[in-house]
């Protein structure tokens, strides 16, 4: 198949924004910008994040203990894009604290998920960071989503669409 024609398929699946970052062993902060990130398990508590192989962050993120998945919020595509810039000191802006488990993060995020390394699986031109769920936190604000190559806002259901969709659940549909 057509790298051209995935990429293209994929890009109509949408998905949430994250910022992963990290601490390596000499005490340097890392991130990059994601918008493959799943939950895997219950139990153990799992979750995954996919990684470029070619990434300038590979290195880091495959040899760390830990690592914090930040879920960005509507109005937060400058963060997104400034954690998707090669080149520049991506933590320059000062907005990242220290948060879960001592690691660099998103005090406005949507959602944290602090993690230790579970497993890093090779697949093919990315690598599958496979983390262990130590600490959450859930803000409550509107997450940002990617979707046919623009950043976007979820919108939510209203409760005549709740009740219409838990209807036909009920039916057996």
């Keep these: 198949m057509e790298p051209t024609i995935l990429t293209s398929t994929m890009a109509h699946v949408p998905g949430p924004v994250t910022v992963v970052t990290t601490v390596d062993a000499s005490g340097r902060r ?6 493959s990130f799943s939950s895997v398990s219950l139990e153990p508590p799992l979750v995954l994040v996919c990684l470029g192989r070619r990434a300038s962050t590979h290195t880091a993120f495959t040899g760390v203990r830990h690592f914090l998945v930040n879920v960005l919020a509507h109005g937060q595509v400058g963060v997104a894009r400034r954690f998707a810039t090669s080149g520049i000191d991506r933590f320059a802006a000062g907005d990242m604290e220290s948060c879960e488990l001592g690691l660099p993060g998103l005090p406005v995020a949507c959602v944290r998920v602090a ?5 890093v699986v090779d697949a093919g031109d990315h690598s599958i960071l496979i983390g262990r769920v130590e600490e959450t936190h859930v803000s ?24 219409r969709l838990s209807a036909l659940h009920l039916a057996g549909w």
């Design 115 to 119: 993690c230790s390394t579970h497993s």
């Design 140 to 163: 409550g604000r509107i997450p940002l989503v990617y979707y046919n190559r623009s950043f976007s806002r979820p919108v939510p259901a209203r409760a005549a669409d709740d009740q």
């Design 30 to 35: 890392w991130g990059f910008t994601a918008s």
